[in-house]
Structure formats: structure tokens, C-alpha cells
């Protein structure tokens, strides 16, 4: 099983600044990695497919980059409303697996 | 738009079955893409069940694999999970999700909003 590793587990920034979110994988996965937004009481929504690839309707201010083994989300100008957790995942082998989370806080 | 519903009891009793519908609307599920479940305990991170196309080919997560069974029933436009002898460790939302084929795997591109079930006596 491919073990997913993001960094940090919270990030504290303001309103307007840039997040960098990491994720490592425990072997590689191409570029077979999505990444996922998730508020409180809602389901996971996906932002970024194909480590690189905007989902439908995600705006350009959501960047994500890497391949192999280690892979990055970048939010530019973070707005009120990106203020939430992100999972990276795998799905280049099985199981498909995801990270622990890393929780964007309004610092 | 596709759009899916997850349905099913909220509490099951230990050692008993949790079994769980997935209705799809606004497409099909006799399309090119694969069916999932994935689920979430309270508080906690992701985990991926397992996944099933339309011909009934499965795959499952090792940890889950001898209790976890998928099924999908054309004519309803739905598909379901079935998880054997379930402990507390059970307890979470399960959401059910389409998954978009890429050039290597599958990523879950539409979401159910997800359902609590709980495993208590």
C-alpha cells in the first residue's frame, strides 16, 4: 500500500496571502495524484486531478504541481471561502489511498 | 449533472451488516467510469472501500476486502455496499462517488453528500 504523507498538518494564514500544501508519496505515483477540498458537514470536492489539472469550475488561484513522489497545492490570495481541509490521493496503484489532511486556518 | 444519493439504516448493531444504496442520477451508471465508496469516522481522515464498473468488476481495500462486498444493479441505476460483521471501528460517513478514468487509475470526480452510520447495540 502507498503510504500518502502531506505537510503540515494545519497551516495558518491570512486572508489574501499564498498556502503551500505538500504531499509525499511512498513510492511513486506518476502523475496519477488528485487533490480534494473539504468543509465541515460536506463532502470531499475534487480540485485538482492529474497532479496538475483543474477540476471543473475550480478557479486558476488553486495551482497544484509535482510528479512522482512529491507534489504540492498552492492557493494563491486565499479567500474566506478556501479556508478548509485538503487530502491529496493516490490512484495510480491500489487501494487508493489519501493523506491525513492538511487544515487551512484563518491566522 | 450527475448526482448521487447514498440511503440506508444510520445504526447498525455490532456484528451485524451495514448495507448501504448508492442511486444515481442525471447519467448513468452503464457509462464509462467507476462506482466507489469511500468513508470518513467522525473527526478523522479518508478511506478508500473499493470500487465497481458497470460489468460487476471489483476492486477492494486489503484492510476491508474479507468483510466489504459491492454490487451494482443496472436496471435501478445503483450500487451498493455491503460490510460484514461490523465493530465500532465501522462508525463513520460513507460516501459514495463516481470516479472520472484517467490515463493511469481512476479519481472520484462527483460526490453523494455521505450518510452517518453508527455500529452500536
Known amino acids: 500500500e502507498i503510504v500518502m504523507t502531506q505537510s503540515p498538518a494545519t497551516l495558518s494564514v491570512s486572508p489574501g496571502e499564498t498556502a503551500t500544501l505538500s504531499c509525499r508519496a511512498s513510492q511513486s505515483v506518476s502523475s496519477s495524484l488528485a487533490w480534494y477540498q473539504q468543509k465541515p458537514g460536506q463532502a470531499p470536492r475534487l480540485l485538482i486531478y492529474g497532479a496538475s489539472t483543474r477540476a471543473t469550475g475550480i478557479p486558476a488561484r488553486f495551482r497544484g504541481s509535482g510528479s512522482g513522489t512529491e507534489f504540492t497545492l498552492t492557493i494563491s490570495g486565499l479567500q474566506s471561502e478556501d479556508f478548509a481541509v485538503y487530502y491529496c490521493?493516490?490512484?495510480?496503484?491500489?487501494?487508493?489511498?489519501f493523506g491525513q489532511g492538511t487544515k487551512v486556518e484563518i491566522k | 449533472q450527475v448526482q448521487l444519493q447514498e440511503s440506508g439504516p444510520g445504526l447498525v448493531k455490532p456484528s451485524g451488516t451495514l448495507s448501504l444504496t448508492c442511486a444515481v442520477s442525471?447519467?448513468?451508471?452503464?457509462?464509462?467510469?467507476?462506482w466507489s465508496w469511500v468513508r470518513q469516522p467522525p473527526g478523522k481522515g479518508l478511506e478508500w472501500i473499493g470500487e465497481?464498473?458497470?460489468?460487476?468488476?471489483?476492486n477492494y481495500n486489503p484492510s476491508l476486502k474479507s468483510r466489504v462486498t459491492i454490487s451494482v444493479d443496472k436496471s435501478k441505476n445503483q450500487f451498493s455496499l455491503n460490510l460484514i460483521s461490523v465493530t465500532a471501528a465501522d462508525t463513520a460517513i460513507y460516501y459514495c462517488a463516481r470516479d472520472a478514468i484517467a490515463v493511469a487509475g481512476s479519481y472520484s470526480d462527483y460526490w453523494g453528500q455521505g450518510t452517518l452510520v453508527a455500529v452500536s447495540s
Open positions: 442525471g447519467g448513468s451508471i452503464s457509462t464509462t467510469n467507476w
Open positions: 490521493q493516490q490512484y495510480n496503484n491500489w487501494p487508493r489511498t
Open positions: 465497481i464498473y458497470q460489468s460487476g468488476s471489483t
